[in-house]
């Protein structure tokens, strides 16, 4: 029996570069296009790249020529470029798969856990209303012509190279120089980290697998924290203590934007997942890496190469005023 045929556009990312390595390990026969611009994610030796540029129409008619049972898009972020894929693979794909995002759920949530069926609803950030017109648009090509889809939805799921706070490795330096840091709200929100090994083991065996056609899978870990909590977990891994200032989402969005639009349309509400679906079609399913040893990873993996460790100087100055402002 031959290999199932997968195709990734993208799969060098935070998330897709895990699912490289696990698809592979998976036996399947992968093949990877990107542009050749991510070198801190090294592609399984044994994937097939192409080096192109998927905005180009030129790529979309290459693949196009080649027939894949699997189509996992990584990259695709607005609705036209949904369309743009889906209309060059028609009839060529056996799966497409469209990576959506948890953001898109009803923010703030109704009712916790989240399940699929949570309605889906952002009024505060337009990443996530792209991705509901994306799935939307998904949606109506299942209903009307029978396109075969699978949508999932990510939370928030890192690797070695994300903090999991705004201004990235900013907050960790912070605590090592002993100054103090920002939490929003009172720090006392639930919050779902995945790491991206473990998000990798919910998707492989989705892929070409037949009772996914038209439906939807979010794919989370089931360890649950506080903020409070997951800036006491990377303090413990620096090495250093976490002095917490806690400062309102919305007057941190009125000293930094760009921070706060991810907060009031994401992070500030508690998000906690039912992965029961998932294990419906993925029984042995398991996320097993808990932050605590993600956030070591993260640490080490910042401390192999000074270079790595750059401040984000808006966060830094916003934190500064932020502090200075809310501090008892």
Known sequence: MSSLRVLFLGGTG????????RAIESGLDLTIVNRGKTAGRPVPPEAQ??????DAPATLTQIAAQDFDVVVDWIAFTPDHVRARTDALRGHVGQYVFISSAS????????????ESTPLRNPFWQYSRNKIA?????????????YPVTVIRPSHTYDRTLVPFDGG??????????????????GTSLWT????????????????????????FQITSDDVLTWD??????????????QIVHVPSDAIAAVHPGWGDGLLGDKTHSAVFDNSKLRSVVPDYVATIPFETGAREIVAWYDEDP??????PAVDEAMDTLITRYRP
């Open 14 to 21: 935070i998330i897709s570069s895990a699912c490289s390595w």
């Open 49 to 54: 790249v192409i080096t192109a540029d998927l």
């Open 104 to 115: 898109a759920y009803q923010t703030p949530p109704a009712r916790l856990p989240i399940t």
């Open 134 to 146: 994306c799935e939307d648009l998904l949606t109506a090509l299942y209903r009307d012509e029978g």
């Open 169 to 186: 490795w900013t907050i960790v330096e912070r605590m090592r120089r002993g100054q103090p840091v920002v939490v929003h709200g009172d």
């Open 193 to 216: 980290l995945t790491h991206h090994r473990d998000f990798a083991r919910g998707l492989v065996p989705l892929l070409g697998h037949p009772r996914t056609l038209g439906d939807t």
């Open 229 to 242: 909590q997951i800036a006491h977990a990377l303090a413990a891994a620096a090495g250093t203590t976490a």
């Open 307 to 312: 270079a790595r460790r750059r401040l984000d």
